[in-house]
């Protein structure tokens, strides 16, 4: 199945290469957390946007306005990546919170995810092609 969606994710460069909360919890998470994340990405990615429906991804309002979640669970955790769509076909997840309680931990998700929207809209650099194959 074509993709018809693509996904980025916000990272710094550093004398490293990329660093990034998002890319970290992924890779130090545990399998299942990597199965569920890779899962729910690869049936967004064979969506359209019109059809991402509420189940898979939610979008946010009041301090989270301007941001959605990727809703799964993994290890008994909702795990809440939070993004934007910077175009009609790509998604930028900016940060991985989790949700315990209805509230997000940590709890400047929603601030720390805006700030960084604001800075990738400034310089396209700060956005990564995800390094994950979702074909």
Request: with cysteine; glycine share 8%; aromatic share 12%.
């Amino acid at each position: 199945m074509p993709l018809i969606s693509s996904f980025s994710y916000y990272g710094e460069m550093s004398a490293e290469g990329v660093t990034s909360d998002v890319r970290e919890n992924y890779e130090n998470g545990s399998s299942r957390l990597k199965a569920r994340t890779l899962s729910r990405l690869k049936i967004l990615a064979g969506l359209p946007r019109a059809e991402w429906h509420e189940g898979y991804f939610k979008k946010l309002s009041g301090t989270c306005e301007g941001l959605w979640e990727i809703r799964f669970e993994a290890d008994n955790v909702q795990q809440r990546p939070l993004g934007f769509h910077l175009s009609a076909t790509e998604f930028v997840i900016l940060f991985w919170a989790r949700e315990k309680g209805n509230k997000f931990a940590p709890k400047k998700a929603c601030e720390i995810a805006l700030k960084r929207k604001a800075e990738v809209l400034k310089n396209g650099n700060l956005k990564h092609a995800l390094w994950l194959a979702l074909e």
